[in-house]
Antibody, heavy 123, light 107 residues
């Protein structure tokens, strides 16, 4: 069965960086993209970006350009999301999600989600 | 960015009720509209994609419709496990944006 298993809780100070991992299993890793979605307390989800796991192409949210980097290690089927220069507004639960590679995909949606990683940014 | 607006923001209903949630896109998104259910403390779960297609394993009491800018999610007979927050999301163009959610509460 498809599973996305994320790394654990993180507590960081403003200005620091965080790197969250997401181990995928149960499907062919390079046949799907990976997106990252975050959800601040009491808010709706926010798309952060998407990565083509096949060729490494990335597409980041404009609001995070320059602070976020998404990578993958296809040998271990693990995706990573690094966020730098953290501020208190980055406090949220961060999810990795399986995403389609192409706009013509049968399911143009996020069909599998990781369990979430809580990031707290506080001095 | 395409803005997604959901209404109402919350509603109270009883087990067995028929409930309808709405979602409006800021521009036409054809049928690139998805619905997710989120229980407290859990990750969102995909219910419906492409406006009206039920994800595998989702009960048939859930139904979706709409195209262009106006969409609805209907639960034909509310069950105890359906009390949750529901989000719509457009997958027409990046960034894939979500609505702010409709919380379905027990009356």
């Amino acid at each position: 069965q498809v599973q996305l298993v994320q790394s654990g809780v993180e507590v960081k100070k403003p200005g620091a960086s965080v790197k969250v991992s997401c181990k995928a299993s149960g499907y062919t890793f390079t046949s799907y993209g990976i997106s990252w979605v975050r959800q601040a307390p009491g808010q709706g989800p926010e798309w952060m970006g998407w990565m083509n796991t096949y060729n490494g192409y990335t597409n980041y949210a404009q609001t995070l350009q320059g602070r976020v980097t998404m990578t993958t290690d296809t040998s271990t089927t693990t995706a990573y999301m690094e966020l730098r220069s953290l501020i208190s507004d980055d406090t949220a639960v961060y999810y990795c999600v399986r995403a389609p590679l192409f706009s013509t995909a049968v399911i143009p949606a996020f069909d599998y989600w990781g369990q979430g990683t809580l990031l707290t940014v506080s001095s | 960015d395409i803005q997604m607006t959901q209404s109402p923001s919350s509603l109270s209903a009883s087990v067995g009720d028929r409930v309808t949630l709405t979602c409006r896109a800021g521009q036409s998104i054809l049928t690139f509209l998805n619905w997710y259910q989120q229980q407290p403390g859990k990750a969102p779960k995909l219910l419906i994609y492409s406006s009206s297609t039920l994800q595998n394993g989702v009960p048939s009491r859930f139904g979706g419709s709409g195209s262009g800018t106006d969409f609805t999610l209907t639960i034909s007979s509310l069950q105890p496990e359906d009390f949750a927050t529901y989000y719509c999301q457009q997958s027409y163009s990046y960034p894939w944006t979500f609505g702010q959610g409709t919380k379905v509460e027990i009356k």
